[in-house]
């Protein structure tokens, strides 16, 4: 640690051993014009920040199981819409034209907001003026992925905080509940991702859950349900918990797979079995460009852990364009 930063013992701690780690070494990725990310960026400006965000995440995810897989989420979708740039936690403010994307459909369930600006103030308290909110959501969704037994990614930081949100542009650039593979494939492509590297993106569907008012017309479209793949006994246990075409509650729920607060390749075990949740699960256990790769997961966690490592950086790393600045409160620019 540099001088001039009095981090507690605690912070030094190990956290909860991760079940299979695999180390991506990425030394600079530079990605978007003018920006750089580094895995030592704040080697001297923030030197414990790892550390920091470690810690703060442990008691969450003690108290909370399903925090992680709500973290993962939440990169997700704010890497999707203009970059990983922390877009997705400003709050509505029409002065400075900003409409929060939390207003989107799209974005329905979206968790953990206010942990990211607990942990946000944890780290203004030893590096202020630092470290950006975007940095902080790719820490805690990195780990997430540890902490429930995925592997261990080293991922470069450096990211820049948007000072601009719109809800529209969440609606047009999240993908919806009925996307299929060929929307998928277009999307990560996009990102410079191979069909492998996507089809581990969707691997994360291992963790959490999947709300009714999202698989509701898998099971009572008869144009949608037909032409999926789903075991006869898996859909009864759908329709027995999701017992009509629009849900009664926006928050009733299903686990992903049988041991959905674990990071491991259950998914697609399911997958193949016609067991999956979502639209795209289904979509692919029978498009002849990801069944190979489905099939593989399924019978080598540690291959999947390998590629699901290299696509989160890839993803996590897609910064915004047009830069940006380090928020000192996450919801709101400065």
Do not use: W
Request: proline content about 4%; overall charge negative; glycine content about 6%.
């Amino acid at each position: 640690m540099a001088a001039g930063y009095n981090i507690p013992r605690s912070l030094q701690l190990h956290s909860v051993q991760c079940a299979a780690c695999i180390l991506l070494l990425i030394t600079a990725i530079g990605i978007g014009e003018g920006s750089e990310l580094a895995t030592d960026y704040y080697k001297y400006s923030c030197p414990g920040l790892e550390a920091i965000v470690k810690d703060s995440l442990l008691p969450i995810f003690f108290t909370d199981p399903r925090s992680p897989a709500g973290f993962l989420r939440l990169l997700f979708h704010d890497c999707q819409v203009q970059g990983c740039d922390a877009s997705i936690l400003l709050e509505t403010d029409y002065n400075k034209g900003i409409t929060s994307e939390l207003l989107s459909s799209r974005n329905f369930g979206i968790r953990n907001i206010d942990s990211i600006a607990k942990i946000k103030s944890i780290v203004e308290e030893f590096c202020p003026g630092q470290v950006s909110c975007a940095d902080i959501i790719a820490l805690a969704a990195r780990e997430a992925v540890a902490y429930s037994g995925g592997p261990k990614i080293v991922i470069p930081l450096g990211r820049k905080d948007s000072t601009m949100g719109s809800n529209l542009r969440a609606d047009d650039e999240l993908p919806s509940a009925s996307t299929g593979v060929d929307d998928a494939v277009r999307i990560f492509m996009g990102r410079e991702m191979s069909i492998e590297e996507t089809v581990a993106l969707l691997g994360a569907h291992t963790l959490g859950v999947g709300h009714c008012i999202s698989i509701a017309h898998r099971l009572y479209n008869s144009n949608v349900n037909h032409r999926e793949r789903i075991d006869s006994v898996f859909e009864a246990y759908l329709r027995l918990n999701c017992p009509t075409e629009v849900p009664i509650t926006n928050y009733t729920f299903i686990v992903s797979d049988l041991t959905s607060l674990i990071f491991d390749n259950q998914y697609y075990r399911d997958v193949m079995s016609g067991r999956g949740l979502f639209s795209i699960d289904s979509d692919m256990s029978m498009d002849p460009r990801t069944v190979p790769i489905v099939r593989r997961f399924a019978e080598d966690q540690a291959y999947f852990f390998q590629v699901f490592s290299s696509a989160f950086v890839k993803l996590s790393s897609a910064v915004n364009p047009e830069g940006g600045e380090i928020r000192r409160e996450c919801r709101r620019i400065n």
